[in-house]
T-cell receptor
Framework: EAQVTQNPRYLITVTGKKLTVTCSQN?????MSWYRQDPGLGLRQIYY???????DKGDVPEGYKVSRKEKRNFPLILESPSPNQTSLYFC???????????????FGPGTRLTVT | AQTVTQSQPEMSVQEAETVTLSCTYD???????LFWYKQPPSRQMILVIR??????QNATENRFSVNFQKAAKSFSLKISDSQLGDTAMYFC??????????????FGAGTRLTVKP
């Protein structure tokens, strides 16, 4: 089954304790992205990756890191989490079709992160 | 930068009736995609419908259809014969198209739709 998986689905942690949220897709997609969802703000892009070893900042990258060593994986790293990073996080991937006919993003199930 | 505005934070509709969710966007791009995503209580993001800006014909998917007004930069979603399972948060999203497109997708703040029995 084609899917994007994220782990963990729920996480409660304390300020300053490094954590990683994993994201993996089995569709051989080149493009992957991380979003955070906050009430009244919709989804905002944190980081994206257009291919292996190619990553770039989105709209709200502060406090986050990513890596793309393999095509299927795109982990999100919080080196020193703070309470303002409490949010719902989504990983997404998509295929780049040169005819621009299949560009919708496939989303993971979300990770609810609480930083106390 | 592209912005997406959903002016209705919450809406409700009676089962079997029709409801329209509004979305406007601001862009200087000529080629782009527009999407409606549904987020039920399970929090999964589910693609409802997609519209290519170069297509004049409005997209339809079963009970879901859009009214795409490119000049007005409006992209509303109509849900016909509403069902209880349509209860969800709905997000409008914009994605520009360029040769080195980063697939950056901009989302509106969402409209929470409740279908009442």
């Amino acid at each position: 089954e084609a899917q994007v998986t994220q782990n963990p689905r729920y996480l409660i942690t304390v300020t300053g304790k490094k954590l990683t949220v994993t994201c993996s897709q089995n569709m051989n997609h080149e493009y992957m992205s991380w979003y955070r969802q906050d009430p009244g703000l919709g989804l905002r892009q944190i980081y994206y990756s257009m291919n292996v070893e190619v990553t770039d900042k989105g709209d709200v990258p502060e406090g986050y890191k990513v890596s793309r060593k393999e095509k299927r994986n795109f982990p999100l790293i919080l080196e020193s989490p703070s309470p303002n990073q409490t949010s719902l996080y989504f990983c997404a991937s998509s295929l780049r079709d040169p005819r621009w006919t299949r560009l919708e993003q496939y989303f993971g199930p979300g990770t609810r992160l609480t930083v106390t | 930068a592209q912005t997406v505005t959903q002016s209705q934070p919450e809406m409700s509709v009676q089962e079997a009736e029709t409801v329209t969710l509004s979305c406007t966007y601001d862009t200087s791009e000529n080629n782009y995609y527009l999407f409606w995503y549904k987020q039920p209580p399970s929090r999964q993001m589910i693609l409802v419908i997609r519209q290519e800006a170069y297509k004049q014909q409005n997209a339809t998917e079963n009970r879901f259809s859009v009214n795409f007004q490119k000049a007005a930069k409006s992209f509303s979603l109509k849900i016909s014969d509403s069902q209880l399972g349509d209860t969800a948060m709905y997000f409008c999203a914009f994605m520009k198209i360029r040769p080195n497109n980063n697939n950056d997708m901009r989302f509106g703040a969402g409209t929470r739709l409740t279908v009442k029995p």
